[in-house]
């Protein structure tokens, strides 16, 4: 049976991921999850990277199959993580750039969380120049209004301040959600802004999902 480690930071995806992950699978597998919620209020990027080394490396001696990271703000630090690792360790946005930049040059990164904002733009200015989009601009809108309202489960909040913020977008061809945990309003905000939404989540178990299906029996 495979096993697959998934590392939260959120509980909203704590709570739902995982059935996404099974639903997706070809295979019988035994998910285990971790969660701690102290790295999204965290800015201090040695502490955050010292501190995903140290739980990756206790995810590492359970023998999974794969580690995911499911949170953008963890991203930077997944790249430094993996050669120290001995098992496939991805993050959540592996391929959010790949995805965002077909839509046009244009990004407009919408943010719950200031800790996502240099994680996800950096990660889509870095596919950008992989890709050869010399005229790509990426730009973000940031109201933590909605985190606050996220970490105490009053999502009606959450949803309606992301998507005010969205409405204020102009002169972009793409949105890209900086958080999974707002992957629920991808439909809302393309309805509101008439732009296309890449949201991570469905990229990264697509990811998991050729991986573990990679992997044979």
């Known amino acids: 049976m495979k096993r697959i480690i998934l590392f939260h930071t959120v509980k909203p995806m704590y709570l739902s991921?995982?059935?996404?992950?099974?639903?997706?699978?070809?295979?019988?597998?035994?998910?285990?999850?971790?969660?701690?919620?102290?790295?999204?209020?965290?800015?201090?990027?040695?502490?955050?990277?010292?501190?995903?080394?140290?739980?990756?490396?206790?995810?590492?001696?359970?023998?999974?199959?794969?580690?995911?990271?499911?949170?953008?703000?963890?991203?930077?630090?997944?790249?430094?993580?993996?050669?120290?690792?001995?098992?496939?360790?991805?993050?959540?946005?592996?391929?959010?750039?790949?995805?965002?930049?077909?839509?046009?040059?244009?990004?407009?990164?919408?943010?719950?969380?200031?800790?996502?904002?240099?994680?996800?733009t950096g990660l889509l200015t870095s596919a950008a120049g992989r890709l050869g989009r010399v005229n790509a601009v990426v730009e973000a809108k940031l109201d933590e209004r909605a985190f606050y309202a996220m970490i105490k489960c009053d999502m009606e909040t959450h949803d309606s301040v992301m998507l005010e913020l969205a409405k204020t977008v102009k002169g972009f061809d793409v949105i890209v959600m900086a958080q999974g945990s707002a992957e629920h309003l991808a439909r809302p905000i393309e309805s509101a802004t008439g732009l296309p939404v890449v949201t991570a989540p469905e990229l990264c178990i697509a990811n998991i999902k050729e991986i573990i299906d990679g992997q044979g029996e």
């Open 17 to 120: 991921f995982e059935s996404r992950v099974r639903e997706s699978l070809e295979c019988e597998v035994r998910i285990d999850n971790m969660l701690d919620t102290c790295f999204a209020n965290n800015l201090d990027k040695n502490v955050n990277r010292n501190r995903l080394f140290m739980a990756i490396k206790c995810a590492e001696m359970a023998e999974p199959d794969l580690i995911a990271v499911i949170c953008s703000t963890l991203s930077p630090y997944i790249r430094e993580i993996a050669p120290f690792i001995s098992v496939p360790l991805i993050g959540i946005d592996d391929r959010l750039g790949d995805v965002a930049f077909k839509h046009g040059d244009r990004v407009m990164v919408l943010a719950s969380a200031q800790s996502a904002v240099g994680p996800v």
